[in-house]
């Protein structure tokens, strides 16, 4: 007992120290950063890995998966620009650290993952953490999920040859989406606002590199 409050303090100094370096790196938004700290990523990665969950790298999660790397997922969460009361839609589950790092930060998430085992597993760890405004669905998330559009934020978390059309159609007006879009082999970041006239606007954040969205609105299986 003695021993495990030990290790978990251990933890959240270290997690406060990868915080910390991500600060240092130019990431300034307080509430990203402290939602960074409230999540226990070492509880998301595989066993194996538990070691290496705060270094700053992407990790195998299995089935050619990745958890994404904490400076990613705090540029992204960045981008979104939330406040606290918004609805978002996270496409790409995965381990389910974004979705728990947009728990923190929104009012309600929808996440989808394509892989019934990560979707699976991500519901149990959400769980395990006391995560409860997180929902994980099963399926192509290139389709959106109407049933609970519009969305105030909407972030994909695998690489698309083009913003998906039915995503754009689901994000509110006001709304912010953000995504890896491009070749396989590399990707941009954008972030595309709807406009109250429901224009789009396109901002491009930077170079990135994010694994396939496969499905009907990304790339074939
Ligand atoms: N957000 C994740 C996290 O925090 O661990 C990282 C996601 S990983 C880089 C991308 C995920 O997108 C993978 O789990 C992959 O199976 C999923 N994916 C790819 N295409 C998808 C689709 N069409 N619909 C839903 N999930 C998809």
Same mark, same amino acid.
């Given at each position: 007992?003695?021993?495990?409050?030990?290790?978990?303090?251990?933890?959240?100094? @270290?997690?406060?120290?990868?915080?910390?370096?991500?600060?240092?790196?130019?990431?300034?938004?307080?509430?990203?950063?402290?939602?960074?700290?409230?999540?226990?990523?070492?509880?998301?990665?595989?066993?194996?890995?538990?070691?290496?969950?705060? #270094?700053?790298? *992407?990790?195998?999660?299995?089935?050619?998966?990745?958890?994404?790397?904490?400076?990613? @997922?705090? *540029?992204?969460?960045?981008?979104?620009?939330?406040?606290?009361?918004?609805?978002?839609?996270?496409?790409?589950?995965?381990?389910?650290?974004?979705?728990?790092? +947009?728990?923190?930060?929104?009012?309600?998430?929808?996440?989808?993952?394509? &892989?019934?085992?990560?979707?699976?597993?991500?519901?149990?760890?959400?769980?395990?953490?006391?995560?409860?405004? @997180?929902?994980?669905? !099963?399926? %192509?998330?290139?389709?959106?999920?109407?049933?609970?559009?519009?969305? %105030?934020?909407?972030? &994909?978390?695998?690489?698309?040859?083009?913003?998906?059309?039915? +995503?754009?159609?689901?994000? #509110?007006?006001?709304?912010? !989406?953000?995504?890896?879009?491009?070749?396989?082999?590399?990707?941009?970041?954008?972030?595309?606002?709807?406009?109250?006239?429901? #224009?789009?606007?396109?901002?491009? +954040?930077?170079?990135?590199?994010?694994?396939?969205?496969?499905?009907?609105?990304?790339?074939?299986?």
């Amino acid at each position: 007992m003695i021993q495990s409050s030990r290790v978990s303090d251990e933890l959240r100094r @270290v997690r406060r120290r990868m915080v910390e370096r991500l600060q240092h790196d130019g990431l300034r938004e307080p509430r990203v950063l402290a939602a960074l700290e409230a999540i226990p990523r070492h509880w998301l990665v595989p066993e194996a890995l538990r070691a290496q969950a705060y #270094k700053d790298a *992407a990790l195998p999660i299995g089935g050619g998966q990745t958890i994404s790397a904490p400076s990613t @997922v705090a *540029a992204m969460t960045e981008a979104l620009q939330l406040r606290g009361d918004e609805l978002v839609l996270e496409v790409g589950t995965g381990s389910g650290y974004q979705a728990a790092v +947009l728990g923190v930060l929104a009012e309600r998430v929808i996440s989808i993952e394509r &892989l019934p085992r990560l979707a699976a597993e991500a519901r149990r760890a959400l769980d395990r953490l006391g995560v409860r405004n @997180v929902v994980v669905h !099963l399926g %192509d998330g290139s389709l959106g999920r109407p049933n609970d559009a519009p969305y %105030d934020a909407i972030v &994909l978390t695998a690489g698309a040859p083009a913003v998906p059309e039915p +995503l754009l159609a689901q994000l #509110k007006p006001g709304g912010r !989406l953000v995504a890896p879009v491009g070749p396989r082999d590399g990707q941009r970041l954008v972030r595309i606002r709807r406009q109250a006239d429901d #224009k789009f606007t396109r901002e491009v +954040l930077g170079p990135c590199r994010f694994v396939d969205l496969v499905g009907r609105h990304g790339w074939a299986a």
